[in-house]
């Protein structure tokens, strides 16, 4: 329940998930093309997430590089 002023407990799920989700989700796949996890922090800001995602897409992969 919630009351005046409170957060719900659906609010904090929705948070988790929102906050965690990119950077569980896409964490892994950068940290396999071996970028930082901390990449998937940038999926949360609305312009860059496009951005981010077409650049990943055509730059040259550390793991690529190394093998």
């Known amino acids: 329940m ?6 719900s407990l659906w609010q ?3 948070i ?12 892994s796949v950068a940290k396999k ?3 930082s996890r901390w990449w998937g922090l940038l999926l949360i800001v609305p312009v ?5 995602v ?4 055509f730059v ?3 793991v ?3 093998s």
């Open 64 to 66: 690529e590089e190394a």
């Open 48 to 52: 860059v997430n496009i951005v981010l």
């Open 16 to 27: 988790f998930v929102i906050l965690l989700g990119p950077l569980l989700i896409f964490g």
């Open 60 to 62: 040259k992969w550390p």
């Open 2 to 7: 919630m009351g005046v002023g409170g957060i």
């Open 33 to 35: 093309a071996g970028f």
């Open 12 to 14: 904090l799920i929705i």
């Open 54 to 57: 077409w650049v990943l897409a």
